[in-house]
């Protein structure tokens, strides 16, 4: 019988919870201290919000579920709320709101803090839902580090010079991968958790899933890769492309990942406010699902399922188990995979030979999102925690699943049963892909 692995254990939860929020807090503040107060309070793109209305609404909904939801505190800005809720106002209208300026959001989002770390300080972990293993600060350390991450992409969709810098990835370290793909045996696993502490609803419960025997790419599909695609005539080439994919690609002149051109022979890219070529080792960014889809038709293989993908990162044949990583149970650490925008971008397909899977398959967790096949689902026996409008409005065939995370994505937000969705279209996310075939 399979089975999913044990909570892991976690002495000193308070320690966890503060050290959590700091992190989330101190890279929000790297992200928008980059800039002046001209750069926060444009719209660098119509699919984006300005910087400072994603730092206000860190601290609104801070607010709402920390001091008024758990603490039971009278609103400290009831007047702003309808301005934050990401529901009531598309992020095309945002810059027409009447939003706190940059020093207002600053000062409110710090004032919040103070009041959390003094809850946090005297609240027992226990006793609710919402307090149990510290779920609702857990929760909110991860809403931040995923607004840090959309942040994170308006910078790179802004124009004007580099205002970020990081190291690269190390070349790797150790073999290559033995093999191009891997095979996953037939038969059941566990997907989902019932375990994972700060897992969020959509990853919910743990249930039996049981596929078919197929083969995966050891490693995510490359810019070299993808760029034989291009130069065969991959975008000109209707019978590659769902119907919606191609309408899209005519309708936008679409000839190349988002941020590349090319000048000559040469194919350049656009990243962060540096120009430069595309680097072929790297895995390819900035891929639509329609994009990923293609590419996957013209190779003769496809996309993996989203039941394949957890089943490669997750499943231990020799245990039975399913992991919390690909290499086990341990939290991920720089040797380990690419998180937490410690670099501005992916590192070399192979990196990373410490955090394969049992099987062999490298950069599952961080590096790139990954776009699967399946639709965003609810799992058997799912029930929507806290509110409904995390996951449950979403689910249908309109988002795909991505997986696995990116190198803008914090270990916090990040797990073997983290479950990322978008539309199918969306290019400006930090999206690639592996491929898959049917044994």
């Not at 809403?143 to 790797?172: C, F, K, N, W, Y």
């Not at 958790?193 to 078919?212: C, I, K, Q």
């Not at 590192?347 to 049992?358: D, I, K, Q, R, W």
């Amino acid at each position: 019988m399979t089975t999913e692995a044990a909570r892991p254990a976690h002495p000193d939860l308070r320690e966890r919870v503060f050290g959590a929020l700091t992190a989330a807090r101190a890279r929000t503040a790297l992200l928008t201290d980059a800039v002046d107060e001209r750069d926060l309070t444009a719209q660098h793109s119509p699919l984006m919000s300005p910087l400072v209305w994603d730092l206000a609404h860190i601290g609104n909904q801070e607010e709402l579920w920390l001091l008024r939801r758990v603490a039971g505190r009278e609103a400290m800005r009831p007047d702003i709320d309808p301005l934050y809720d990401a529901f009531e106002h598309p992020r095309a209208e945002r810059p027409k709101l009447p939003l706190l300026g940059p020093a207002e959001a600053r000062a409110y989002a710090a004032e919040v803090r103070g009041r959390v770390t003094d809850l946090l300080e005297r609240t027992p972990l226990e006793g609710s839902p919402l307090l149990d293993t510290a779920f609702a600060f857990g929760m909110i350390a991860q809403h931040e580090q995923q607004h840090d991450e959309t942040m994170l992409i308006t910078h790179q969709l802004r124009s004007g010079p580099a205002v970020l810098t990081a190291p690269d990835p190390l070349v790797p370290a150790g073999p290559p991968p033995a093999a191009r793909e891997v095979l996953v045996p037939a038969g059941p696993f566990t997907m989902g958790t019932s375990t994972e502490p700060w897992a969020l609803d959509n990853e919910r419960p743990a249930h039996p899933r049981t596929t078919a025997a197929f083969w995966i790419d050891t490693v995510p599909v490359t810019c070299g890769a993808y760029r034989a695609f291009i130069a065969d005539g991959g975008y000109r080439e209707p019978r590659w492309w769902a119907p919606e994919g191609w309408e899209q690609i005519r309708k936008h002149s679409i000839e190349a990942p988002l941020f590349w051109h090319r000048e000559g022979e040469i194919w350049l890219r656009r990243r962060f406010g540096v120009t430069e070529p595309v680097p072929d080792a790297e895995p390819v960014l900035h891929v639509s699902w329609y994009e990923a889809d293609a590419y996957a038709r013209w190779a003769g293989r496809r996309l993996p399922t989203e039941a394949e993908w957890e089943k490669a990162a997750r499943y231990d044949p020799a245990t039975g188990l399913s992991r919390r990583y690909p290499w086990g149970d341990a939290d991920p650490t720089p040797e380990r995979a690419n998180l937490g925008q410690r670099h501005l971008r992916p590192a070399p397909a192979g990196s990373y030979p410490a955090g394969a899977s049992p099987l062999g398959v490298r950069q599952l967790i961080g590096d790139v999102w990954e776009w699967t096949a399946s639709d965003f689902l609810p799992y058997p026996g799912f029930r929507a925690f806290p509110y409904r409008e995390y996951s449950e409005v979403f689910f249908g065939p309109a988002h795909k699943v991505l997986r696995g995370g990116s190198f803008a994505v914090a270990p916090v937000a990040c797990r073997g049963t983290f479950r990322n969705w978008d539309l199918p279209v969306r290019r400006q996310i930090f999206s690639g892909f592996r491929t898959a075939r049917d044994a």
